[in-house]
């Protein structure tokens, strides 16, 4: 057959099947009882062929043209299509370039047995829908690997949608809607700026952004999330849509926190490290340069007098020499101690047996000295360390109190962002910080004429509390006080 058999008009019968040609379409017509196939010119051009080519039949066309798994389909649909009927099917055909989509339309006459249709090549558009589905499909699965769901606002209404990844991510009840407000308000307060503002440009300018920003969920889960909008626009340039993804980065943030914490510890440690090499370099190599000095005196000397004061010299430095060694060694067990595990332990036990140690040192002193543990009664920690933390800066307090009144020394636990802290305060004779706050914890360093004065009891506490990721902080006036801020160990 030609497109339409009963048109007499063979002009427009030819611009019918150019027509049908140039959309790539065709025409047929089946006889249910004969099981007889007719078909358009367009039908062997559909298919890449000249009616010259083959001879398409029902026979060949089922067997050799629709693809076997579209078979049962076809003819059960064509079978069961009553009269008046429209169906529409989409096949795979065989063409002269291999298999390719076809929609095929066809419609059942009055109590006719046969069956008329129109048959258009859809493959690119099933290509497409194909791609675009794996696309889907890869993007959700990312979306589910790494816990991140989408989010979108229609710019005319600023209606938010969100979908279920991303409601998972805030912890929201099934089916909740929405404002953006709703959303920003989930951020943390110094965050919502940031991300009003943001959305705010997308839905004006286009502006697209990308942000990592801190949100409480809804059961109070503090995460960090990754948000990202891209604006979509018409052919005026106007923004229709503001589409982003939602992705928790909670995990990845606090990797990426322990491992700048751990590369930040190695570098002090490295530099703890070269700090005790010059240490052991300098204080020993003084003490043997002046014993080795001595001992090439003494040898070249012949009265006995001036042998006997050489040898008194010696055993001064070799005295000296003896508790610089006990120093660093105090120094190299504070390295060894750190891997010791750290334990619970309640403050307040440990302050008393530091306060019955130092006994006769407050009784002497007439100090008065005041604790309160309730803020933070207990911390994870070394307790040899603990020990020597509280023991050295009440021993400070007290050396070094103030001539003209009664001393003070108070002793308190704190916790300050998430850890513990012990801050020791006195009314004491306080440190020029301007001058000397640069080598106050420093080894041998003295500030005061106290004879008493070593200048290693500060500088061991510091190594102490810094060997376990802590610090030290300092505030002090001349004649008023100071006060020592130790942040411990996270609570």
Sequence with gaps: MRSIDTYGDQDQVANIDQLLHDANAALWEYNIQSKQLKCSLGFYHALGYEPTDLTITYTYFIHEILYHEDVAMMLKEANTCEPGWSKCLELRLLTKNGYQWFQNTFRRENATAVLSGSLVNIHQFKVIEFELAAKNKR???????????????AVPGQELLLSKEAGSILELPSNEQLLIADLVAFFVPEHRPVLQNSISAAMSIGKPFEHDLQLRTCSSSLIWVKIKGLTSIDEYGKALTVKGVLQNIDQSKRKEKELRTSFEFMEYQNKRLQNFAYMVSHNLRSHVNNLQYLVRMYDELEEADEKREVFIHINTISDSLSTTIQHLNEIVKIESDIKQEKVPIFIEPVFKNVIKALESNIEQSEAIVLHDFSACPSVNYIPAYLESIIHNFITNSIKYRHAGRQPVVSCKSDIIEDHAYLIFEDNGIGIDLKRHGNKLFGMYQTFHDHAD???????????????????????????????????????
Excluded: D, P
Excluded at 139 to 152: A, L, Q, R
Excluded at 468 to 478: A, C, D, N
């Design 139 to 153: 993007y959700e699965n990312t979306i589910k690997s790494v816990h991140s769901g989408s989010w979108e606002i």
């Design 453 to 491: 004065s070593k200048g290693i009891g500060l500088f061991i506490t510091r190594n102490q509390v810094e060997a376990l990721g802590g610090s030290i902080e300092v505030t002090s006036e001349i004649g008023v006080g100071t006060t020592f801020k130790v942040k411990l160990s996270r609570v």
